[in-house]
């Protein structure tokens, strides 16, 4: 886990990406370069956030919220809300201790052990305990 990359204003765990080792994420602005997420120029809840002057989508409230990447996916939508509820350092510290169990962020492409849920309370309650 590259700690210091931490969580991206969506909620993803850049400390933990498969791709990290290229991308730089979405948190520099100004430069557009093929190391930026590839969904920075048109994603949604980048723009908002920085339309609404916050630091990530864990400033405001993306468990209501639906769009661009919430639309569909939970697993951004879970890790923002838990970052919400009880802080970045917390969420770190939880999927440090996780990685260290051998929680696997990303298995197979961009598709890991916290992507096999439904239910953002049962995501949110794995991600605190390690356990399902
Ligand atoms: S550009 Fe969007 S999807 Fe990519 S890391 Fe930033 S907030 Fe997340
Ligand atoms: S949670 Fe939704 S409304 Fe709030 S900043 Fe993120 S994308 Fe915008």
């Known amino acids: 886990m590259k700690r210091e990359l931490g969580i991206a204003r969506c909620g993803l765990a850049c400390c933990l990406c498969s791709e990290n080792t290229e991308c730089r994420?979405?948190?520099?602005?100004?430069?557009?370069?093929?190391?930026?997420?590839?969904?920075?120029?048109?994603?949604?809840?980048?723009?908002?956030?920085?339309?609404?002057?916050?630091?990530?989508?864990?400033?405001?409230?993306?468990?209501?919220?639906?769009?661009?990447?919430?639309?569909?996916?939970?697993?951004?939508?879970?890790?923002?809300?838990?970052?919400?509820?009880?802080?970045?350092?917390?969420l770190l510290d939880c999927l440090e201790r996780n990685e260290r169990a051998g929680i696997v962020y990303h298995r197979s492409g961009i598709l890991g052990d916290y992507d096999d849920f439904e239910d953002l309370e049962k995501l949110i309650l794995f991600i605190r305990t390690g356990k399902r």
């Open 25 to 90: 994420g979405c948190r520099r602005d100004g430069f557009m370069d093929l190391s930026w997420c590839k969904d920075a120029q048109w994603c949604e809840n980048r723009k908002c956030v920085m339309e609404k002057n916050l630091n990530g989508c864990y400033e405001c409230a993306p468990e209501q919220c639906r769009k661009g990447l919430y639309a569909e996916k939970i697993k951004p939508r879970a890790f923002a809300e838990f970052a919400r509820r009880y802080g970045l350092a917390e």
